[in-house]
T-cell receptor, first 114, second 114 residues
Framework: EAGVAQSPRYKIIEKRQSVAFWCNPI?????LYWYQQILGQGPKLLIQ????????DSQLPKDRFSAERLKGVDSTLKIQPAKLEDSAVYLC????????????FGQGTRLTVV | AQSVTQLGSHVSVSEGALVLLRCNYS??????LFWYVQYPNQGLQLLLK??????LVKGINGFEAEFKKSETSFHLTKPSAHMSDAAEYFC????????????FGKGTMLLVSP
């Protein structure tokens, strides 16, 4: 069974530039999550999708971050414009359904904003 | 609101020694509890989880954890550390309801010396 795929693995951009990350969850998984992991901290949920609908985006900085999951499968997370404090690893995860089932994580995208 | 506290950002043990990583949580409803491991430049991998039933949970790689409701704790243990156990460990909690999401602790880096 293929795992959660993310690309790119690494990205370096200048502040005020835009960047996009892509995630392909495990086939059949209805729930998809984007987490932000700043160095030295645990992952923090940015947004959770159930199929193509947003369940929780309360911690997503909506003035600069956006995410979509148009067909209920792949997802993209965009930052525009990026700030220095956005430097982090962005983890995508998926699970069969929402809550209480195991979430499988991708390897993440390490973003450095200079 | 739910939260997780992991005591000690770094824990050092000798190979063959007992591993004990501490986790305390707060939750307004019965929690589901998880331990994840993260190797360098990798995503998170589930070690074990507690949902309901037996409070002593066994996971992969010889790890186990015990849910103690009275102490609001879910400490992770392994009788004998191996060099390959060196990694960062995250405790997480989700509420036993609907579209609950994972809230992670800040992580504990386990260092294993020969």
């Amino acid at each position: 069974e293929a795992g959660v795929a993310q690309s790119p693995r690494y990205k370096i951009i200048e502040k005020r530039q835009s960047v996009a990350f892509w995630c392909n969850p495990i086939s059949g998984h209805a729930t998809l999550y984007w987490y932000q992991q700043i160095l030295g901290q645990g992952p923090k949920l940015l947004i959770q999708f159930q199929n193509n609908g947003v369940v929780d985006d309360s911690q997503l900085p909506k003035d600069r971050f956006s995410a979509e999951r148009l067909k209920g499968v792949d997802s993209t997370l965009k930052i525009q414009p990026a700030k220095l404090e956005d430097s982090a690893v962005y983890l995508c995860a998926s699970s069969l359904e929402a809550a209480n089932t195991e979430a499988f994580f991708g390897q993440g995208t390490r973003l450095t904003v200079v | 609101a739910q939260s997780v506290t992991q005591l000690g950002s770094h824990v050092s043990v000798s190979e063959g020694a007992l591993v004990l990583l501490r986790c305390n949580y707060s939750s307004s409803v019965p929690p589901y509890l998880f331990w994840y491991v993260q190797y360098p430049n990798q995503g998170l991998q589930l070690l074990l989880k507690y949902t309901t039933g037996a409070t002593l949970v066994k996971g992969i790689n010889g790890f186990e954890a015990e849910f103690k409701k009275s102490e609001t704790s879910f400490h992770l243990t392994k009788p004998s550390a191996h060099m390959s156990d060196a990694a960062e460990y995250f405790c997480a909690v989700s509420e036993n309801s609907g579209y609950s999401t994972l809230t992670f602790g800040k992580g504990t880096m386990l260092l294993v010396s020969p």
